[in-house]
């Protein structure tokens, strides 16, 4: 296998994030809740429109074949937000890296950079979860000195509860 790159996303990138994405959900024991398309990836991450609603970084690799093809193994999707407690901030959707590219300081590489765009776009905190159970995880973000939040239990609802009904409005 070849080297490594991680650069940001482009929009022939989106059915690779998508396949990743799928790993990932698996991973988390939650694939039957993903419903990304590269559609709705190539519409949000500004690929077709602005503004971008993410932004997100890839890391490939060079297939050692003739034709000398690419693969992604691995992704980053970010945004920024802002919050009266903390003001601007850069929140980690997901960081991921297919299974065997892991514990190669690839993530950590993906990890930093999102950290720098936030920084480099005023951002004064980063945010992100991870499930519980997922203890490698866990450890990769407490090597960096992130402090884990006790007490906290994230909410949500999907397309389809009526508080997300747009008719309703």
Avoid at 72 to 90: D, E, I, K, N, P
Wanted: net charge negative.
């Amino acid at each position: 296998m070849g080297d490594v790159t991680v650069r940001a996303a482009e929009a022939a990138d989106c059915v690779g994030i998508c396949a990743l994405i799928q790993e990932l959900a698996e991973f988390e024991q939650m694939g039957h809740l993903n419903n990304m398309t590269p559609e709705k990836l190539r519409r949000d991450g500004g690929f077709e429109s602005r503004p971008a609603r993410f932004r997100a970084l890839v890391a490939e690799v060079q297939e050692d074949t003739a034709e000398g093809r690419r693969r992604l193994v691995g992704y980053a999707l970010y945004f920024f937000g802002f919050s009266f407690r903390w003001g601007r901030y850069v929140y980690l959707e997901d960081l991921y890296l297919s299974e065997s590219f892991r514990s190669r300081g690839i993530g950590g590489e993906m990890f930093q950079r999102v950290a720098a765009d936030g920084a480099v776009n005023d951002c004064g905190s980063m945010h992100w979860s991870v499930v519980d159970w997922n203890v490698l995880g866990r450890g990769f973000y407490s090597k960096f000195g992130a402090e884990e939040i006790q007490g906290s239990i994230r909410y949500r609802f999907d397309e389809s509860h009526s508080f997300l009904n747009i008719d309703r409005l």
